[in-house]
T-cell receptor
């Protein structure tokens, strides 16, 4: 079983739709949590951090449930430019540094 | 801007050849990471440097993989006697010291024939 699990998708949604991605992690020692975005043949880029209290950045809302070891990302009013792969990432402390552990990613396709 | 720079962008090699991949981190970034990303998968941690010290190499798949950062800036990932399963995108990331965001390079897409 992978340490970070995501539904690979693809999620096909029309412009303007609301879409939600979920992710679970197995290591309870995980300390911090992120969503990264990766466009085709490009590098991963930090989208947002995820906090226990939940946090919002424009059309994007992230939630963390430590008890259930569950992370979510909600995208409202989807745009064509939101089409990408969304990587769920946990950051757990290794010896002397913070190690990022990535999920396989969830692919989102937003169509006109 | 001066982000993380990786070269070459693409590399094709025959099985059994040795390859060397270069990473130029952001100036002043103490921490440097290498990741391997297979098709359809997320990046997988390979190794970590703090300045010139390689503090963790637990993710290196075999002893054919070797990484160095001799002067604490540029890093090279070397793969000896390449195999087809080494085909992947190799990503380098750098960050300031401590739990800071990692900045990724564009990666080197390695294809082994």
């Amino acid at each position: 079983r992978k340490e970070v699990e995501q539904d690979p998708g693809p999620f096909n949604v029309p412009e303007g739709a609301t879409v939600a991605f979920n992710c679970t992690y197995s290591n309870s020692a995980s300390q911090s949590f992120f969503w990264y975005r990766q466009d085709c043949r490009k590098e991963p880029k930090l989208l947002m951090s995820v906090y226990s209290s939940g946090n919002e950045d424009g059309r994007f809302t992230a939630q963390l449930n430590r008890a259930s070891q569950y992370i979510s990302l909600l995208i409202r009013d989807s745009k064509l430019s939101d089409s990408a792969t969304y990587l769920c990432v946990v950051n757990r402390k290794a010896t002397g540094f913070q190690k990022l552990v990535f999920g396989t990613g969830t692919r989102l396709l937003v169509s006109p | 801007g001066a982000g993380v720079s990786q070269s070459p962008r693409y590399k094709v090699a025959k099985r059994g050849q040795d390859v060397a991949l270069r990473c130029d981190p952001i100036s002043g970034h103490v921490s440097l990471f290498w990741y391997q990303q297979a098709l359809g998968q997320g990046p997988e941690f390979l190794t970590y440097f703090q300045n010139e010290a390689q503090l963790d190499k637990s993710g290196l798949p075999s002893d054919r993989f070797f990484a160095e950062r001799p002067e604490g800036s540029v890093s090279t990932l070397k793969i000896q006697r390449t195999q087809q399963e080494d085909s992947a995108v190799y990503l380098c990331a750098s960050s300031l010291e401590g739990p800071r965001p990692q900045h990724f390079g564009d990666g080197t897409r390695l294809s082994i024939l």
